[in-house]
């Protein structure tokens, strides 16, 4: 009848165990949301400017930041301007152009003090899968334009793009096992999760870079069109 027991006892751990990895498959995930990207919506461009062509040429210093870039290319081409990128000025490809646009990246990721808090006691009620832990991506564009003409150039534009975050993957949730063992996973993962969780980044760029694209894009756009003769 010991043995018995044991048995039973073993089963029932076993069961547990299965129950709370289900658990943590199906509901211990927040999907990427970027709560403030309604703020970087594109500005409305006149399509009266005639077509103004461009040679961009960037300065990134990482794989994300070039795909930021590239976005701002191909807005700017569906905007009606002939933009060349990379352009590289000589004195054969100087004439071939209007403007010529730099564009400097900055970029930077966050994490939250309140990760702490949502991973514990937040496990209790299971808060980063329906609140999902908080990042921050800090991205900037700095724009120099010069006319190619003239031989000017325009004061800086810097464009900021500051993201608020939310997500949270099984990477990062299983730590809500804490209830089997008193909360100690969670509390020591907390101090953890307060830092940036580097595998969010691709999410990111995926989900904004046609947002942000537009974004910078029209910035541009709006200073660029403004220059020309008869501008308003």
Known sequence: MRRLGL??????AQMAGLVATALLATSCAHPLAVKNIGLYKPAFMSSQQRTIT?????????PEEERLVLAVTNAMKRDGFRVTYPFFPTEESLPTVEYLVKVTTSSEYRGSGWNFLINWPGFLIWTPAWHGYRYRALYGFDVDITDTKTNTTLPRQSIPVDLDIRHADMGRTWTEISWLEWSAIAFVGGLIFTRYDADVTPLLV????????DYVASKIAGTLSSVQPGAA
């Not at 461009?54 to 990482?62: D, E, F, I, K, M």
């Not at 995926?206 to 694209?213: F, L, P, S, V, W």
């Open 7 to 12: 048995g039973r006892s073993r089963v029932s």
């Open 54 to 62: 461009v040679g961009l040429s960037a300065s990134t210093a990482s």
């Open 206 to 213: 995926d989900a904004t870079e046609h947002k942000i694209g």
